[in-house]
C-alpha cells in the first residue's frame, strides 16, 4: 500500500523562517517608531508641496541641488515653525497662569451662569457641575499646552526626512514608478490626486481658519475684547474643528462680555460673529474648491475625529489626509482592477 506523504522542502522551510524574522523585525521597528508617524506624515506632505518648487529651481533657474534644498527647508520651517514658536511663547504664561488660578476660573464661569439665570432664566449647569467644568477645563487647556510642544517634536523628525527626500527626489521617483506594481498611467493619476489631497488638507484648512481668524479678529477689535491678538491666535486653531469651528472661542467670548455688563458689545460681538463669520466660512470654501480638490464635509468631520486620538493636536490636519487617502486607495483599486479605462 502506497501513502503519498508531501513535505516542505528545506528551501521552503528556510523562506518561511526568513519571512517570519523579516516581520518581527519590522514590528519591532513599527512599534518603537510608532510615536514619529506624525512626522513621517509631515514629511510626504511637505515633499509634495515643495517637489514642483525644487524641480523649478534645478531645471529653470539651474540652481545647486543642495543650495536648493537648503532653502526651501528653511523657508517652510519659517512659514510652520514660526507661527508655533509664537503660539507657544505667547500662550505658555497665560496658561500657566490659568491653572495654578482655578479659583480665577470658577469666579468667571460663576458670573456667566448666574448672569444667565438671572437676565435671561436659562439654567444652563447646575452648581454642582461647576467646579468638574473648571477642572475640565484646566485639563484641556494643559492638554493642548502638551501638544503644541509634541508638535515641535514631530515637525523635528519632519524635516529630518524631508532632506534626505527631497536630496533624493530623483531615486525616489524612479524606485516609485519601478517597484510599485500598478500600471503607469495610474501611478501618474495617483501622483496627481495625492498632491491635490495634501493641498487640500494641510494648506486648504488652515488658509481658511487663518481668513475667519483674521475676520474674527476684526469684531474681537471692533467690540472692545481684551487681549484680542491671543484670542486671535485661538480662533485659527479653533477654525480648523468641524462642526464648532470658531464659535468655541467667540461665544464664551461674547459670554464673558455680558457677564462684565458690557451688555451691547457682547451682542454686537455675537451678532457679528455667528452672521459675518459664519459666512465667511462657506464663502472662503466656495472660493478656495474652486482651486483645490473638494473634500467632502462629513471627510473633515470624522477625519478630525481620527486624527485626534491617533496624533493629537496636528491630527486635525492629518485625520482628514488619511480618510481622503483611504477613499483615493479603493479609488485606485477600481482603476487597476476593475475599470481599467475610465472615461474622465
Known amino acids: 500500500m502506497n501513502t503519498n506523504k508531501h513535505y516542505l522542502s528545506n528551501n521552503v522551510l528556510l523562506q518561511i523562517a526568513f519571512i517570519l524574522i523579516i516581520l518581527i523585525v519590522f514590528g519591532l521597528i513599527t512599534n518603537n517608531l510608532l510615536s514619529f508617524f506624525p512626522g513621517f506624515l509631515g514629511a510626504i506632505c511637505l515633499y509634495v508641496l515643495l517637489y514642483n518648487p525644487l524641480q523649478w529651481m534645478l531645471k529653470t533657474k539651474k540652481w545647486n541641488k543642495l543650495t536648493s534644498v537648503i532653502l526651501l527647508m528653511v523657508g517652510s520651517a519659517v512659514f510652520i515653525i514660526g507661527p508655533l514658536y509664537l503660539l507657544i511663547k505667547m500662550l505658555t504664561n497665560k496658561v500657566l497662569v490659568l491653572l495654578n488660578d482655578t479659583a480665577q476660573i470658577k469666579t468667571d464661569v460663576n458670573k456667566i451662569i448666574e448672569m444667565l439665570q438671572t437676565k435671561f ?129 467667540y461665544v464664551p467670548l461674547g459670554l464673558f462680555l455680558l457677564a462684565k455688563g458690557d451688555t451691547g458689545s457682547a451682542v454686537g460681538l455675537l451678532i457679528y460673529c455667528f452672521v459675518v463669520v459664519g459666512l465667511s466660512d462657506n464663502v472662503i470654501r466656495l472660493v478656495l474648491q474652486k482651486k483645490m480638490a473638494d473634500v467632502h464635509p462629513l471627510v473633515t468631520i470624522f477625519g478630525v475625529i481620527v486624527g485626534l486620538n491617533l496624533f493629537g493636536f496636528i491630527g486635525i490636519i492629518f485625520g482628514p489626509i488619511l480618510f481622503s487617502v483611504f477613499f483615493w486607495l479603493i479609488k485606485l483599486y477600481k482603476y487597476e482592477f476593475i475599470d481599467p479605462n475610465p472615461e474622465d
Open 121 to 249: 432664566h436659562i439654567d444652563v449647569f447646575s452648581a454642582t457641575n461647576i467646579e468638574k467644568i473648571t477642572q475640565v477645563g484646566g485639563k484641556l487647556l494643559e492638554k493642548t499646552l502638551n501638544a503644541s510642544m509634541d508638535m515641535t517634536v514631530q515637525l523635528g523628525v519632519a524635516f529630518l526626512i524631508l532632506y534626505f527626500m527631497l536630496m533624493n527626489h530623483q531615486n525616489l521617483e524612479n524606485w516609485f514608478y519601478k517597484n510599485i506594481p500598478i500600471r503607469t498611467n495610474n501611478l501618474k493619476r495617483m501622483n496627481k490626486d495625492l498632491r491635490d489631497l495634501v493641498i487640500s488638507n494641510a494648506v486648504g484648512m488652515p488658509l481658511t481658519a487663518f481668513i475667519q481668524a483674521i475676520i474674527a479678529y476684526i469684531g474681537y477689535l471692533i467690540f472692545g475684547v481684551d487681549d484680542a491678538l491671543t484670542w486671535f491666535i485661538l480662533t485659527i486653531f479653533a477654525a480648523m474643528l468641524p462642526v464648532v469651528g470658531a464659535a468655541i472661542i
